[in-house]
C-alpha cells in the first residue's frame, strides 16, 4: 500500500514537471527572444545617457593640540575678563570639518563660482544646492581622512568643484575661530579693541579735567605710576602663576614663593588705594589712575596677542590637502554590457513569472475549485484598479 502512494507520488511529480516543461517549449520563443530584445533595447538607451565622471580629493583635519605658555596666559586673562574660551576636541574635529563643507555658505559660494543656477537650468538658490548636494559626497575613513567627491558630466569640472570645496574650507576656517590658537586670537583682537576704546576714553576724560595748582603740587604722576605699575607687576605675576600651575605642583618652592610674592604686591596695592589725595584733587588722580590702568592693560593684551599670532603660525595650515582631485579618465556609469545583461535576466524573469501566471489562470477552468479561487483573485485585482466598480450597486 505505501509502495502504491510511493508510486502514485512520484507519478503526480512528474506529471508536474511534464507540464512545467510543456509550458516553457509552448512559448520558448517568447522566453528565448523576449529577453535578447529587451536587452538589445536598453543597451541601445544607455549609449543615450550621458557620461558621468567622479573626482575625488583628500584632506587631513588639524589635530588637537596641547596648551602652551600662551594658553595658559590666555586662561588666566579669560578668567581676569570673566570670559572662557574652549578648544574643540579631537575627536569632533572631522565631524565639525565636515559640517562646514556641507555648510550653506560654502554651497552658495561654490553655486556662485561655478555658475551652477545657469548650469543647471534652476530658478532659486535653494534648488542649486539641491543639485550640488546630489553630486557631491563627503565622507570620513576610518584612517581619519576626509574624501570630498563631485560627480559632473565634465571630468575637468568635477576636479575643478572638488578642489573648490578644500579652498571655502580653507578661507571659512581663516574667517571662524577653529583651533585653539585661533580662538586666543580672536578673544584677544576683541579684548584689545576693548582696551584700546577704553584707553581713548580714559586719555580724553584726563585732558577735560583740567590740572590745578594743587595737583600738580601732589604730582599724581608719582602716586598714578606707582598704581599702574603694580597692577602691571600683578597681572604679569598672575600670568606667570598661570604658567607654572601647568608643570609644577603647589608645593614646589618656586611656585609657593612666586605665590608670596604675588601676595606682597596685592598687600603693597592695598597700601596704595589707601593714600588717597585730597577730595579737590580726587577727580584728577582718579582719572590720570584710569588713564594708565588702561595703558598697561592695552600693553598686555598686545603682548598676549602677538603670542597667540605666533601660536597660530607654529600649528600651519589647518587643512592639509592629502590628495589633489585630478580629472579622472574613467566613467563612473555602469559598463553597457552589465546593463545588458541585467536587463536580459530581469526581463527573463519577468516573462518566465507572466507565462507560468497565464498558463495557471487557463489551467484553472478544468477545475471548479481553481476557477473559483482565480474569480476572487481577478475581483480583487479589479477592485484595486477600478475602485468605482464598488460603488456602482450602491448608486444603484
Do not use: C
Not at 582696551?195 to 580714559?202: P, R, S, V, W
Not at 608645593?251 to 577730595?279: H, V
Not at 600649528?315 to 563612473?332: F, H
Amino acid at each position: 500500500m505505501t509502495d502504491n502512494n510511493y508510486l502514485d507520488q512520484v507519478d503526480e511529480e512528474g506529471i508536474r514537471w511534464l507540464d512545467v516543461l510543456q509550458t516553457l517549449s509552448e512559448n520558448a520563443r517568447l522566453l528565448f527572444f523576449g529577453p535578447i530584445v529587451f536587452a538589445l533595447v536598453i543597451w541601445g538607451l544607455s549609449w543615450l545617457v550621458p557620461p558621468k565622471y567622479e573626482a575625488t580629493t583628500a584632506i587631513l583635519p588639524p589635530q588637537q593640540q596641547s596648551q602652551g605658555m600662551a594658553a595658559a596666559a590666555l586662561a588666566q586673562l579669560s578668567a581676569m575678563t570673566g570670559m572662557g574660551g574652549g578648544g574643540t576636541s579631537a575627536g569632533g574635529q572631522a565631524a565639525m570639518y565636515i559640517g562646514l563643507l556641507k555648510s550653506r555658505t560654502v554651497a552658495d559660494r561654490l553655486v556662485d563660482r561655478f555658475g551652477l543656477m545657469r548650469m543647471k537650468e534652476v530658478k532659486t538658490r535653494e534648488d542649486a544646492r539641491e543639485v550640488l548636494e546630489r553630486v557631491t559626497r563627503v565622507v570620513q575613513g576610518r584612517d581619519g581622512i576626509i574624501s570630498i567627491s563631485v560627480i559632473s558630466k565634465i571630468p575637468k569640472l568635477s576636479s575643478d568643484m572638488a578642489n573648490a570645496y578644500v579652498h571655502e574650507l580653507t578661507v571659512l576656517s581663516d574667517r571662524l575661530a577653529i583651533t585653539e590658537a585661533q580662538e586666543r586670537r580672536v578673544f584677544l583682537e576683541k579684548e584689545l579693541a576693548k582696551a584700546k576704546d577704553g584707553l581713548t576714553k580714559a586719555e580724553v576724560a584726563l585732558g577735560e579735567s583740567g590740572i590745578s595748582e594743587g595737583a600738580l603740587k601732589f604730582n599724581p604722576a608719582v602716586l598714578g605710576q606707582g598704581l599702574a605699575t603694580l597692577k602691571a607687576q600683578i597681572m604679569a605675576k598672575e600670568l606667570q602663576l598661570a604658567s607654572m600651575r601647568g608643570y609644577l605642583s603647589e608645593n614646589n618652592m618656586d611656585y609657593r614663593l612666586a605665590r608670596e610674592e604675588l601676595a606682597a604686591l596685592r598687600a603693597q596695592m592695598t597700601k596704595f588705594e589707601r593714600a588717597e589725595p585730597s577730595e579737590a584733587n580726587a577727580e584728577y588722580v582718579q582719572r590720570y589712575r584710569d588713564f594708565k590702568y588702561h595703558e598697561v592693560l592695552f600693553e598686555q593684551l598686545a603682548k598676549q596677542l602677538e603670542l597667540a599670532k605666533l601660536d597660530e603660525l607654529r600649528e600651519g595650515p589647518l587643512v592639509q590637502v592629502v590628495d589633489v582631485a585630478v580629472p579622472p579618465e574613467r566613467k563612473t556609469n555602469l559598463h553597457k554590457a552589465i546593463i545588458a545583461l541585467i536587463a536580459w535576466l530581469v526581463a527573463g524573469i519577468v516573462l518566465a513569472g507572466y507565462v507560468f501566471v497565464r498558463h495557471t489562470f487557463k489551467a484553472s477552468g478544468q477545475n471548479p475549485e481553481d476557477a473559483e479561487k482565480v474569480a476572487v483573485i481577478r475581483a480583487g485585482f479589479l477592485r484595486v484598479i477600478k475602485p468605482w466598480q464598488r460603488r456602482r450597486p450602491m448608486a444603484r
